[in-house]
């Protein structure tokens, strides 16, 4: 119900987005410029951050806390989603019951191409996430499909993330109307306030990053989505990009949307797209 | 909510001192300021209430966050009552960009709560 207050509050979002793009272009953007817009957030992380390598951004909190980032280079050596990945990776070659496989719904079998999702699909005229192609390929394959947010799907998303780390993120926006539409439609969820709170997914992630909140240091916007999926002690186990987009709504009394709603897909978009050249890192581990 | 709220914190007092202090204002008797204060302190640090210590440093209170600045010479600084209870029923007013949430207009805390964090705050 909120949210639908926070979307009436065009004025004060198209300011948030002015201050934290600081480009009026943006602003007075009645065409959708997806290149310059990406461009105006890389460059509003860099100089936020001027120390920060840029290819780091895709560590999340680690990327903008040197204390931090110490404890999980000591992390990284004995990873708490190697389980996972080692699960990920026996249930991507075991045969579904009809004999096909996960390589038989992906491009290149399936290896390396994390850095190419979310795509805009053209026929269906809708986003379409990691996630979401992996329960269809299952179900195309007459199996059950995943929770979207832990276990097997973060599983599976952990290997294919793996096979892919270090490839620069490279989502397209094809010429068509509807995938620029979508582009800007998960634009306007990111920076549109809700909830009793009235926090936007910016007002974290895009003005407080390196901040504190209670315990928690904010991790920037900018390549968040690169280290997906994620291990974190809080959760005792992993999660998806589904999970974290609950998790957040939730926990700042914002009604979540279902995994995978349109909504979710189109930001996903978003922050891939502007996330474009940096490289994937997934899987990650959190606090 | 609200109820449960007065009751757990005046329940060490006995019922007709509440009733007393309930009808002479919180402000207005000694022992009333000094319970509004207390509650405050505790709506404040409520994480299901004010939960300032999620952005503020705040005398008293742990794991604060950075977000916002530490909460302190709250008197010297604003010696208007009235301006802090803006700032809490809606800090969008006075900057719009702001993260601090709006804890009157959007009733996360009622008007009485907010007057006794109002309180808290002149203490610090």
Not at chain 2, 90 to 106: A, K, L, S, V
């Amino acid at each position: 119900m909120k949210a639908r207050i926070s979307l009436l509050l065009g004025s004060l979002s198209a300011a948030l987005i002015a201050f934290a793009l600081a480009s009026p272009r943006v602003v007075a953007a009645d065409k959708v410029d997806p290149v310059a817009d990406a461009k105006a957030f890389q460059n509003f992380f860099f100089q936020k951050f001027p120390t920060v390598k840029h290819e780091d951004f895709v560590n999340g909190p680690y990327s903008v806390n040197e204390d931090m980032k110490r404890q999980w280079k000591e992390k990284e050596e004995f990873p708490p989603y190697e389980f996972a990945l080692d699960a990920g990776k026996e249930m991507f070659s075991t045969p579904f019951k009809n004999g096909k496989t996960y390589a038989d719904c992906f491009p290149n079998g399936g290896i390396g191409i994390r850095q190419d999702y979310p795509y805009f699909d053209t026929r269906e005229g809708k986003v379409v996430t990691l996630e979401l192609a992996l329960n269809r390929c299952r179900e195309a394959n007459g199996e059950a499909p995943y929770s979207y947010v832990k276990d097997e799907m973060a599983s599976l998303t952990a290997y294919m993330a793996f096979t892919s780390r270090g490839k620069p993120m490279n989502i397209k926006i094809p010429d068509d109307p509807r995938a620029l539409e979508a582009f800007e439609n998960g634009k306007r969820y990111f920076y549109s306030r809700r909830g009793q709170m009235n926090f936007s997914c910016a007002s974290c992630h895009v003005q407080s990053p390196g901040e504190r909140i209670r315990a928690e240091t904010l991790a920037p916007a900018l390549g968040i989505l690169n280290a997906m999926p994620i291990y974190r002690s809080e959760w005792a186990g992993m999660g998806t990009t589904s999970r974290r987009f609950v998790t957040c709504n939730s926990q700042t009394r914002a009604v979540p949307l279902e995994p995978q709603a349109d909504e979710y897909r189109d930001v996903e978009y978003f922050l891939s797209y502007v996330a474009n050249g940096l490289p994937i890192s997934g899987p990650g581990a959190r606090p | 909510m609200l109820r449960d709220h007065a009751l757990t914190a005046f329940s060490h007092k006995s019922a007709p001192l509440l009733a007393l202090a309930l009808l002479a204002g919180f402000a207005a008797s000694p022992a009333g300021a000094q319970s509004a204060v207390a509650e405050g302190q505790k709506l404040a640090f409520d994480r299901g209430k004010g939960n300032c210590l999620t952005c503020h440093v705040i005398k008293g209170g742990d794991l604060p966050g950075t977000i916002g600045p530490e909460l302190k010479d709250i008197k010297a600084r604003f010696p208007d009552r009235n301006e802090l209870v803006a700032i809490l029923f809606d800090e969008t007013r006075r900057n719009p960009q702001t993260m601090m949430p709006p804890f009157g207009r959007n009733r996360i805390l009622t008007d009485k709560e907010i007057s006794a964090i109002v309180d808290f705050l002149q203490t610090l």
